[in-house]
């Protein structure tokens, strides 16, 4: 099972809007509605930001939404903030295993 | 509150069986729906799943890691227990455990995280 597709990096300066896509297959990001987000802080563990394409977990801010088209998906961040700062990863399920995540994604606020 | 915290020994010998223990509170692995994950991260690289188990006592696993990995549950002590044999220094990563919530589409993801335990394997 080969690892979702994400760009290395992604930036932005303060207030901006950025997109971080998700490249998958039909067997896995355009096959089911299972797309998550996590954000990793360095030295910290992973945060669930979105779950299922587009759903946001009590407490993440609505600045974060999820969207899918075909076989990519995309996490877009607006109205960026310094805190965004962090790596990004995208997961999907799979029609062999339960999950796959993505290459990870940079994101740094200029 | 769901908490879960990972513990393991932070060096291991290549060939030797990592033990790795996650314990849990805030939910019970009893109720249905519900999973415990592994998920391990090499420094500097991306997060890789390793295996989940779910209140039926359900096990999947990285299709690349099956042979060497069994996860199982004790859910009378909260506790969830993966082990990966064969251990090789590419191996050598953070392991974190994390909880997946009961979802109406059965579709998993993983919403609490523990903090992670490093895990270095060096002769």
């Known amino acids: 099972q080969s690892a979702l597709t994400q760009p290395a990096s992604v930036s932005g300066s303060p207030g901006q809007s950025i997109t971080i896509s998700c490249t998958g297959t039909?067997?896995?990001?355009?096959?089911?509605?299972?797309v998550s987000w996590y954000q990793q802080h360095p030295g910290k563990a992973p945060k669930l930001m979105i779950y299922?394409?587009?759903n946001r977990p009590s407490g993440v801010s609505n600045r974060f939404s999820g969207s899918k088209s075909g076989n990519t998906a995309s996490l877009t961040i607006s109205g960026l903030q310094a805190e965004d700062e962090a790596d990004y990863y995208c997961?999907?399920?799979?029609?062999?295993?339960?999950?796959?995540f993505g290459t990870g994604t940079k994101v740094t606020v200029l | 509150q769901i908490t879960l915290k990972e513990s393991s020994p932070s060096l291991v010998k290549p060939t030797q069986t990592l033990t790795l223990t996650c314990t849990f509170s805030?939910?019970?692995?009893?109720?249905?729906?519900?999973?415990v994950g592994w998920i391990r991260q090499p420094p500097g690289k991306a997060l890789e799943w390793l295996a989940l188990?779910?209140?039926?006592?359900?096990?999947r696993y990285s299709p690349s890691l099956k042979s060497r990995l069994t996860i199982t549950k004790d859910t009378s002590k909260n506790q969830v227990v993966l082990t990966m044999t064969n251990m090789d220094p590419v191996d050598t990563a953070t392991y974190y455990c994390?909880?997946?919530?009961?979802?109406?589409?059965?579709?998993?993801?993983?919403?609490?995280w523990g903090q992670g335990t490093l895990v270095t394997v060096s002769s």
């Open positions: 994390a909880h997946n919530p009961p979802t109406i589409t059965l579709i998993p993801y993983f919403h609490y």
């Open positions: 805030g939910f019970s692995l009893s109720t249905s729906g519900v999973g």
């Open positions: 188990i779910f209140w039926t006592d359900d096990k």
């Open positions: 039909s067997s896995d990001v355009g096959g089911y509605n299972s």
């Open positions: 299922e394409v587009s």
């Open positions: 997961s999907s399920y799979t029609s062999i295993s339960p999950f796959v």
